[in-house]
C-alpha cells in the first residue's frame, strides 16, 4: 500500500487543486475543481486511491487497451453494438487519444478530442457518443485495473450543435392517412406497407421494434412490446433498458392493426413481415416522393408521433416510448395500464383526429388519388 507524504495545493493558473504523487518511480497529478477543502479532500483521495490500487506503470497505449475492449465487446455485444463500439474508436478515440499511455491519460486530453469534433461540426449528439464510448471503455480499464482515470472536468462544449429533427407537417399526415398508394415504374399502385407506416406514426415505435412485432404480443388493445429486429437480422431487447415496455393503442392504431391483419395475413407470427432496413427506408421515401410529402426515415416517423403528442404531460409520453427511467412493464402496474394508458391512449386519438380534420380542406382537393 502506498503512502501519500504531501497534499493537494490550489492552483491559481487552472483555478483547481493539485497534487503530485509517486508509486514505483512513475509520477502522476491529480486534480479537483471544487472549491475549497472539498476540492483539495476530493483531490487528495485520488491521489490515495491511485496510491493503493495495486496498478503499476505498465507503460500500455490506450490503442492497445481499446483493442483488447473491442474483442471482448465483440464477443459479448450484438453486431450492432459492436459495430458502435468499433467505429468510434478507429474514427475518434484511436486517432486522438491512441498513442497516449493509459495510465497518463487525463482530462486535457479528452477535452480536446470533444473540442475537436465539434470544430468539425459533429452534431451534440455523436459528440455525447464519443464521449459515452469512451467512458464506458474507462470504466473496463479500470476494472481490468489499467488505470484509476476517470474523466471529471470533462464537458460537451456549448457550442455543439442540435441536429434538427426532420418531421410530417400536417399536410403529410393528411395524406398519409388519405392516401394508400405510389408510383412504381409509372404507375399508382397500393403501397403494401400503408398500414406500417401508419402504425408506426401512431405508436411511436421504432422501425427495429416494427420489424420484432409479432400476433401474440398484441392482447385485448395492449401492445407488448418485448423486442427489436436491428439492421443485421438479429433479434434484441432493444435500444436501452426501457425499451420493453407496454402501452394500450389508440383507436386509429386498432383500425391499422386490424387492416393490417385483414389485407396482409402473416404466416410467420410478425404483424408487419417487412423487407430490409434499406428496402423499407426506400419504399417509404418513394412514398414520400409520388405524394409530394416531407422527405423523411421511417425512424422520423418515430420523431413525428413524439411531436404531435408533445403536448401531454411528459410522464405520460416517455413510458409510451421507452424513455421512462422506472417502469415495471408487466409488474404492479398492469392495473395503471388498463385505466391511465387507457386515458393516454384516448388523448392520442384525439389529438390525431383534430389535427387530420382541421386542415383546411383545399388540401383534400389537392391530395393524390387513393387506391384505384
Same mark, same amino acid.
Given at each position: 500500500?502506498?503512502?501519500?507524504?504531501?497534499?493537494?495545493?490550489?492552483?491559481?493558473?487552472?483555478?483547481?487543486?493539485?497534487?503530485?504523487?509517486?508509486?514505483?518511480?512513475?509520477?502522476?497529478?491529480?486534480?479537483?475543481?471544487?472549491?475549497?477543502?472539498?476540492?483539495?479532500?476530493?483531490?487528495?483521495?485520488?491521489?490515495?486511491?491511485?496510491?493503493?490500487?495495486?496498478?503499476?506503470?505498465?507503460?500500455?497505449?490506450?490503442?492497445?487497451?481499446?483493442?483488447? +475492449?473491442?474483442?471482448?465487446?465483440?464477443?459479448?455485444? &450484438?453486431?450492432?453494438?459492436y459495430n458502435h463500439v468499433d467505429?468510434?474508436?478507429?474514427?475518434?478515440?484511436?486517432?486522438?487519444?491512441? /498513442?497516449? /499511455?493509459?495510465?497518463?491519460?487525463?482530462?486535457?486530453?479528452?477535452?480536446?478530442?470533444?473540442?475537436?469534433?465539434?470544430?468539425?461540426?459533429?452534431?451534440?449528439?455523436?459528440?455525447?457518443?464519443?464521449?459515452?464510448?469512451?467512458?464506458?471503455?474507462?470504466?473496463?480499464?479500470?476494472?481490468?485495473?489499467?488505470?484509476?482515470?476517470?474523466?471529471?472536468?470533462?464537458?460537451?462544449?456549448? &457550442?455543439?450543435?442540435?441536429?434538427?429533427?426532420?418531421?410530417?407537417?400536417?399536410?403529410?399526415?393528411?395524406?398519409?392517412?388519405?392516401?394508400?398508394?405510389?408510383?412504381?415504374?409509372?404507375?399508382?399502385?397500393?403501397?403494401? +406497407?400503408?398500414?406500417?407506416?401508419?402504425?408506426?406514426?401512431?405508436?411511436?415505435?421504432? !422501425?427495429?421494434?416494427?420489424?420484432?412485432?409479432?400476433?401474440?404480443?398484441?392482447?385485448?388493445?395492449?401492445?407488448?412490446?418485448?423486442?427489436?429486429?436491428?439492421?443485421?437480422?438479429?433479434?434484441?431487447?432493444?435500444?436501452?433498458?426501457?425499451?420493453?415496455?407496454?402501452?394500450?393503442?389508440?383507436?386509429?392504431?386498432?383500425?391499422?392493426?386490424?387492416?393490417q391483419l385483414q389485407e396482409y395475413?402473416?404466416?410467420?407470427? +410478425?404483424?408487419? !413481415?417487412?423487407?430490409?432496413?434499406?428496402?423499407?427506408?426506400?419504399?417509404?421515401?418513394?412514398?414520400?416522393?409520388?405524394?409530394?410529402?416531407?422527405?423523411?426515415? !421511417? +425512424?422520423?416517423?418515430?420523431?413525428?408521433?413524439? &411531436?404531435?403528442?408533445?403536448?401531454?404531460?411528459?410522464?405520460?409520453?416517455? !413510458?409510451?416510448?421507452?424513455?421512462?427511467?422506472?417502469?415495471?412493464?408487466?409488474?404492479?402496474?398492469?392495473?395503471?395500464?388498463?385505466?391511465?394508458?387507457?386515458?393516454?391512449?384516448? /388523448?392520442?386519438?384525439?389529438?390525431?383526429?383534430?389535427?387530420?380534420?382541421?386542415?383546411?380542406?383545399? /388540401?383534400?382537393?389537392?391530395?393524390?388519388?387513393?387506391?384505384?
Amino acid at each position: 500500500m502506498g503512502k501519500r507524504t504531501n497534499t493537494a495545493t490550489w492552483n491559481e493558473k487552472y483555478n483547481r487543486w493539485q497534487i503530485n504523487v509517486q508509486k514505483d518511480g512513475y509520477r502522476r497529478s491529480f486534480y479537483s475543481s471544487a472549491p475549497g477543502r472539498t476540492g483539495q479532500r476530493e483531490a487528495n483521495a485520488k491521489a490515495d486511491a491511485w496510491l493503493d490500487d495495486g496498478i503499476s506503470p505498465t507503460g500500455e497505449r490506450l490503442e492497445a487497451a481499446y483493442n483488447q +475492449y473491442r474483442q471482448e465487446c465483440k464477443e459479448n455485444m &450484438s453486431t450492432t453494438e459492436y459495430n458502435h463500439v468499433d467505429s468510434v474508436g478507429r474514427v475518434w478515440i484511436i486517432p486522438n487519444l491512441g /498513442k497516449r /499511455k493509459i495510465t497518463e491519460l487525463n482530462d486535457g486530453d479528452v477535452q480536446k478530442m470533444l473540442d475537436k469534433a465539434v470544430a468539425m461540426g459533429r452534431s451534440k449528439k455523436t459528440i455525447q457518443d464519443i464521449n459515452g464510448i469512451l467512458n464506458k471503455f474507462l470504466k473496463w480499464c479500470r476494472r481490468n485495473k489499467k488505470t484509476t482515470y476517470r474523466p471529471d472536468d470533462v464537458h460537451i462544449p456549448a &457550442s455543439a450543435r442540435l441536429k434538427g429533427k426532420t418531421v410530417l407537417q400536417p399536410d403529410d399526415l393528411c395524406t398519409l392517412f388519405s392516401t394508400d398508394t405510389a408510383l412504381y415504374k409509372g404507375k399508382r399502385q397500393k403501397d403494401e +406497407y400503408i398500414h406500417a407506416y401508419r402504425f408506426q406514426v401512431l405508436t411511436g415505435l421504432r !422501425p427495429g421494434e416494427l420489424r420484432g412485432l409479432r400476433v401474440k404480443d398484441i392482447q385485448g388493445g395492449v401492445v407488448y412490446v418485448q423486442r427489436s429486429v436491428n439492421v443485421y437480422g438479429e433479434t434484441t431487447q432493444g435500444k436501452n433498458e426501457n425499451a420493453v415496455r407496454s402501452f394500450v393503442l389508440s383507436d386509429l392504431a386498432r383500425c391499422e392493426l386490424a387492416l393490417q391483419l385483414q389485407e396482409y395475413p402473416s404466416e410467420s407470427g +410478425y404483424v408487419f !413481415p417487412l423487407p430490409s432496413p434499406t428496402a423499407y427506408r426506400e419504399r417509404w421515401q418513394k412514398y414520400c416522393a409520388s405524394n409530394g410529402m416531407t422527405k423523411t426515415t !421511417p +425512424y422520423e416517423l418515430r420523431h413525428t408521433f413524439v &411531436s404531435v403528442v408533445k403536448t401531454l404531460p411528459v410522464g405520460e409520453v416517455k !413510458p409510451l416510448v421507452g424513455h421512462s427511467e422506472s417502469m415495471d412493464t408487466f409488474g404492479i402496474y398492469r392495473h395503471a395500464l388498463q385505466g391511465e394508458d387507457t386515458e393516454t391512449a384516448e /388523448k392520442i386519438n384525439r389529438l390525431f383526429r383534430k389535427l387530420l380534420t382541421d386542415q383546411p380542406k383545399d /388540401k383534400d382537393a389537392q391530395a393524390p388519388n387513393k387506391t384505384e
